[in-house]
């Protein structure tokens, strides 16, 4: 049987060369947008073998978005400008905006591993990963759906229609490169891509980079892309630094949820959490491991959700406003001083950014 999908990058060469744009159209950045870069990246003299790092700044705006939760690790939704404070290389920053960013439009991508150690676990996958659409979209949000194995597949270009999403999600296959959903045409996405050296099996760092590159970056407002995963990479071209820049230029966030089939618990899992936290972790998502428990997956997209419609978004202009292309810390701190001054709190938020500035003279 062939298995009919379209190829997120249909091009069969290292996925660092080059970064094609397939998005709804042209996206004109809103004022309150996160900055990102107006130039088309041109990486076509880049070498590979070092991974792109860069957060495009193109104005003297620079926007987080984050979430805070007590010492009891409830989210708290009722802070305001006079509860936080962001410092940036260690020097406070002067807020200009800070809002609640519950009802703000949403931009999700839901990122399936399909490679042949999900096989057990791909129903459990399916049934939550629709109910969670099911609740958490909006008309005004928009969601899309990737597979990725030994290739990485657009199942379903971006809408609101959560029976488009539901539809796409039920049709995914386990692909093991040897069989089923492996069948068609190599490099057109209905087949594996002929490769040399390295074997291919789960090309996570590969989606990861194509999605914010491709389907996340000219997007504007939250954006957060959830994998559900082993945590396991075996045959990406694209380095993790790379996978992870490539999201924090984006600005996307990136929840894991790390499941396994039962066959593969075992040493696997802990180094898949511990990889999985250097990609999340700096963009302001985090890993939530479930096993193989079907209702501690349908918990894990519970918090999500709750975390999506609990975040603040603040605003600030750097105190630093040369443009070199360093990496600037960014660190936010919430004390409560609207309610309990002595409150513990815990601020989950991208890390920073990478000052570069904008090619076209402005």
């Given at each position: 049987?062939?298995?009919?999908?379209?190829?997120?990058?249909?091009?069969?060469?290292?996925?660092?060369?080059?970064a094609v744009p397939?998005?709804?159209?042209?996206?004109?950045?809103?004022?309150?947008?996160?900055?990102?870069?107006?130039?088309?990246?041109?990486?076509?003299?880049?070498?590979?073998?070092?991974?792109?790092?860069?957060?495009?700044?193109?104005?003297?705006?620079?926007?987080?978005?984050?979430?805070?939760?007590?010492?009891?690790?409830?989210?708290?939704?009722?802070?305001?400008?006079?509860?936080?404070?962001?410092?940036?290389?260690?020097?406070?920053?002067?807020?200009?905006?800070?809002?609640a960013e519950a009802?703000?439009?949403?931009?999700?991508?839901?990122?399936?591993?399909?490679?042949?150690?999900?096989?057990?676990?791909?129903?459990?996958?399916?049934?939550?990963?629709?109910?969670?659409?099911?609740?958490?979209?909006?008309?005004?949000?928009?969601?899309?759906?990737?597979?990725?194995?030994?290739?990485?597949?657009?199942?379903?270009?971006?809408?609101?229609?959560?029976?488009?999403?539901?539809?796409?999600?039920?049709?995914?296959?386990?692909?093991?490169?040897?069989?089923?959903?492996?069948?068609?045409?190599?490099?057109?996405?209905?087949?594996?891509?002929?490769?040399?050296?390295?074997?291919?099996?789960?090309?996570?760092?590969?989606?990861?980079?194509?999605?914010?590159?491709?389907?996340?970056?000219?997007?504007?407002?939250?954006?957060?892309?959830?994998?559900?995963?082993?945590?396991?990479?075996?045959?990406?071209?694209?380095?993790?630094?790379?996978?992870?820049?490539?999201?924090?230029?984006?600005?996307?966030?990136?929840?894991?949820?790390?499941?396994?089939d039962p066959r593969?618990?075992?040493?696997?899992?802990?180094?898949?959490?511990?990889?999985?936290?250097?990609?999340?972790?700096?963009?302001?998502?985090?890993?939530?491991?479930?096993?193989?428990?079907?209702?501690?997956?349908?918990?894990?997209?519970?918090?999500?959700?709750?975390?999506?419609?609990?975040?603040?978004?603040?605003?600030?202009?750097?105190?630093?406003?040369?443009?070199?292309?360093?990496?600037?810390?960014?660190?936010?701190?919430?004390?409560?001083?609207?309610?309990?001054?002595?409150?513990?709190?815990?601020?989950?938020?991208?890390?920073?950014?990478?000052?570069?500035?904008?090619?076209?003279?402005?």
């Amino acid at each position: 049987m062939v298995v009919r999908r379209l190829r997120l990058l249909s091009i069969p060469v290292l996925v660092l060369a080059v970064a094609v744009p397939l998005t709804r159209g042209q996206s004109v950045p809103s004022p309150d947008a996160p900055p990102v870069s107006t130039v088309p990246a041109d990486t076509s003299n880049v070498d590979t073998s070092t991974p792109r790092e860069t957060l495009h700044v193109t104005s003297n705006l620079v926007s987080q978005y984050f979430t805070v939760r007590d010492s009891h690790n409830a989210l708290i939704p009722w802070l305001t400008k006079n509860d936080c404070t962001v410092w940036e290389d260690k020097q406070q920053q002067k807020i200009t905006n800070f809002v609640a960013e519950a009802n703000q439009p949403l931009t999700l991508g839901i990122l399936i591993d399909t490679s042949g150690s999900q096989q057990y676990v791909l129903p459990l996958e399916q049934q939550s990963a629709n109910a969670f659409l099911k609740r958490v979209l909006r008309p005004k949000d928009e969601a899309f759906v990737v597979s990725f194995d030994v290739g990485v597949n657009l199942e379903q270009d971006y809408t609101s229609d959560v029976r488009e999403l539901e539809h796409a999600i039920n049709r995914v296959q386990i692909n093991t490169a040897a069989g089923g959903g492996s069948a068609g045409v190599p490099g057109i996405g209905e087949g594996p891509i002929p490769t040399q050296g390295r074997p291919k099996g789960t090309v996570l760092y590969d989606a990861v980079y194509q999605v914010s590159n491709d389907k996340m970056r000219s997007e504007t407002g939250r954006k957060a892309m959830i994998l559900l995963t082993d945590g396991e990479d075996e045959g990406s071209d694209t380095k993790p630094k790379a996978a992870l820049a490539a999201a924090q230029d984006a600005n996307a966030i990136i929840y894991v949820i790390l499941i396994a089939d039962p066959r593969f618990d075992g040493p696997m899992d802990i180094s898949g959490s511990y990889a999985m936290h250097q990609l999340t972790d700096p963009t302001g998502g985090r890993v939530i491991n479930v096993g193989h428990n079907g209702r501690k997956l349908e918990d894990a997209f519970d918090q999500i959700e709750e975390e999506l419609r609990t975040q603040y978004y603040l605003q600030y202009v750097p105190i630093n406003h040369n443009m070199d292309g360093s990496f600037r810390r960014v660190d936010v701190f919430c004390n409560g001083q609207g309610q309990d001054q002595n409150q513990k709190m815990k601020v989950q938020a991208r890390k920073g950014y990478f000052a570069i500035p904008d090619d076209s003279g402005q």
